[in-house]
Nanobody, 122 residues
Framework: QVQLVESGGGLVQAGGSLRLSCAAS????????IAWFRQAPGKEREFVAA????????AYADAVKGRCTISRNANENAVYLRMNALKPDDTAIYYC???????????????WGQGTQVTVSS
C-alpha cells in the first residue's frame, strides 16, 4: 500500500501562486509515477501533471502548461506542484495519485490522496 497526503491548497487571488505538496509513504518502491489531478464541481477529474519517480519524465496538461511546474524530492518522498498565474478556472480539489506505470488517465492510478482545495478568486 502507498499513502499519499496533499497539502498547500487555499484561497488565492487570480494571478497569484500556490505550491501544492504530496507526501508519499508506504511501499513507494512500487511507484513509478506520481501525478496531480483536479476536479471542479460538476466536472470530471482531469489530469494536471505527472512525474516519474526517477524524475526523468514530465508531462503537463495543455491547460496548465507554462504556468505549472511539477518536481520531486527523492529524499523526502515528496512531489510538488508549483502553480503560477492562477485563474478562476483553476479552482478545484487537487489530488495526487500514484501508479506503477505511466499514464495521464486517472483509471490507471491505484493510490489517491484525500485532496486539497484550491480556490482562485477573480
Amino acid at each position: 500500500q502507498v499513502q499519499l497526503v496533499e497539502s498547500g491548497g487555499g484561497l488565492v487571488q487570480a494571478g497569484g501562486s500556490l505550491r501544492l505538496s504530496c507526501a508519499a509513504s508506504g511501499r513507494t518502491s512500487s511507484v513509478n509515477t506520481i501525478a496531480w489531478f483536479r476536479q471542479a464541481p460538476g466536472k470530471e477529474r482531469e489530469f494536471v501533471a505527472a512525474i516519474t519517480y526517477p524524475g526523468d519524465r514530465l508531462a503537463y496538461a495543455d491547460a496548465v502548461k507554462g504556468r505549472c511546474t511539477i518536481s520531486r524530492n527523492a529524499n523526502e518522498n515528496a512531489v510538488y506542484l508549483r502553480m503560477n498565474a492562477l485563474k478562476p478556472d483553476d479552482t478545484a480539489i487537487y489530488y495526487c495519485a500514484a501508479t506503477a506505470t505511466y499514464a495521464s488517465s486517472p483509471r490507471v492510478y491505484d493510490y489517491w490522496g484525500q485532496g486539497t482545495q484550491v480556490t482562485v478568486s477573480s
